[in-house]
């Protein structure tokens, strides 16, 4: 009997989408050999491994934009906003301890060293500690240190690890992409705009010189009542930042502003560079079988939509399984030849 292997990719909150395709490669009894999976996909896979998935199930079906901010341990910036800590600990209430090696399904996960910016890949060893390096997203949270390592999101690398599954043993790999970019959108043309000052002009000199002139003063000023305030400010700010630093992620999360947050700026650029970084992955190495769930609508952070990505990735795997259902019987049919 061939073996199968599942590559499960990177993409934050999409990752949901795994769970919907576990459950319909369960439903179809295809059973998995061997998991290789990046960031969430890394998350998802490894939560399976440890026979956890239900209760991961229940418990981000009802996630809130509230139950998330809580698993926010924010930390002044330096390395990353968030520290993990919190996401260390849940992880390791499903996990409890397990070592990679003692998964009946074999597991690796993609990291990267952010020294060197190598490909990482972590087959052994304590599986929540592998997994925390794996969905370190760059500017959201710290690194992940271990010995001298500091490691990374896989995603950055290895988005949708599908060599790895092959390096595992895998003679029939499942990839599961979660960047697909919207087909109407792909080898479009860069689209071109005109950036133009934000205020008006004046053509006269006098009120341009008065201007300048008044600007100086008011700079003069500011300069020195910082300078006199600044030890003290420093000290009240630093007293309060964590509770403020909540304030101002919630209402990042929340606001309908449409000039995008630290965390939309962060999550859409890593969407763009691991579309580009996957199109060339796929291409040098192509899965038996690609899936692909339409998840365009949803963001690195829309971890409470966990329904709806559920349903989209649970669609697209049934959609995908008369697909599969021939390869597996190809398979079976050249392994009887041989």
């Not at 009894?29 to 209760?55: H, N, Q």
């Not at 950055?156 to 690890?161: A, D, E, F, G, R």
Request: aromatic letters at 6%; proline letters at 3%.
């Amino acid at each position: 009997m061939k073996s199968i292997g599942l590559a499960l990719g990177s993409g934050g909150a999409r990752g949901w989408a795994h769970i919907g395709v576990l459950r319909a490669l369960e439903e179809a009894e295809i059973r998995i050999d061997c998991i290789s999976g990046a960031s969430i996909g890394a998350l998802v896979g490894a939560i399976y491994c440890a026979g956890e998935l239900d209760d991961l199930e229940d418990f981000i079906r009802d996630l809130s934009w509230k139950d998330m901010l809580s698993y926010f341990d924010l930390v002044f910036p330096s390395s990353g906003l968030l520290d993990g800590n919190k996401i260390y600990d849940l992880l390791s209430e499903h996990i409890q301890g397990m070592r990679i090696e003692e998964s009946e399904i074999k597991f690796c996960c993609v990291a990267t060293d952010l020294i060197k910016g190598e490909e990482m890949h972590l087959s052994s060893g304590s599986m929540v500690e592998a997994v925390r390096a794996s969905i370190s997203v760059p500017g959201i949270f710290t690194p992940f240190c271990h010995g001298d390592l500091f490691l990374g999101d896989g995603g950055i690398v290895n988005p949708v690890p599908v060599d790895v599954a092959k390096a595992m043993g895998a003679d029939l790999i499942i990839a599961v992409n979660l960047n697909c970019a919207d087909s109407t959108k792909i080898g479009a043309e860069a689209t071109k705009i005109e950036i133009t000052g934000g205020a008006e002009q004046s053509d006269n000199p006098q009120e341009k010189d008065h201007k300048e002139s008044q600007s100086q003063r008011e700079s003069s000023e500011a300069s020195k009542l910082r300078k006199q305030s600044f030890l003290k400010n420093l000290s009240d700010r630093y007293s309060d930042l964590e509770d403020k630093l909540h304030y101002k992620v919630e209402n990042w999360l929340a606001n309908e502003n449409p000039c995008p947050n630290i965390f939309e700026v962060i999550g859409t650029s890593l969407n763009v560079m691991e579309q580009q970084v996957t199109r060339s992955r796929l291409e040098a190495h192509a899965p038996d079988l690609l899936v692909e769930p339409k998840l365009t609508d949803y963001a690195i952070f829309d971890f409470h939509e966990a329904d709806a990505i559920i349903r989209k990735g649970y669609a697209a795997m049934k959609e995908q399984l008369p697909a599969l259902e021939k390869l597996l019987q190809e398979e079976s049919a050249e392994g009887k030849s041989q």
